[in-house]
């Protein structure tokens, strides 16, 4: 079976830093770009940021270019979300995703995780 196990989310004041990890299992890691989705509440979901396994290229959402980092241990099939100076506004429920190597990443996804919750307290 399909894995996207997240983790990592919490409770953080404004300014701080919280890293996120999805363990991923039950498919080839290699062969997806694995990512992170993000839903407040009353919001759409946003894809925030991508990874591609294969080659390394990154993608970042520009509400958080800058102040996220995502990174992947192929080793390990996991992949981390490190996110700097927290704002009020990235208050969500954040969830991994694996799909294909396409552009833009975040439009063919095929597997989701379950969510992991961020607040952010001003």
């Known amino acids: 079976d399909v894995q996207l196990q997240a983790s990592g989310g919490g409770l953080v004041q404004a300014g701080g830093s919280l890293r996120l990890s999805c363990a991923a299992s039950?498919?080839?890691?290699?062969?997806?770009?694995i990512g992170w989705f993000r839903q407040a509440p009353g919001k759409e979901r946003e894809g925030v940021s991508g990874i591609s396994s294969s080659d390394g290229n990154t993608y970042y959402a520009d509400s958080v270019k800058g102040r996220f980092t995502i990174s992947s241990d192929n080793a390990k099939n996991t992949v981390y979300l490190q996110m700097n100076s927290l704002k009020p506004e990235d208050t969500a429920v954040y969830y991994c995703?694996?799909?294909?190597?396409?552009?833009?990443?975040?439009?063919?996804?095929?597997?989701w995780g379950k969510g992991t919750l961020v607040t952010v307290s001003s």
């Open positions: 995703t694996a799909g294909p190597p396409v552009n833009p990443w975040y439009s063919a996804i095929r597997y």
């Open positions: 039950g498919f080839t890691f290699d062969d997806y770009t």
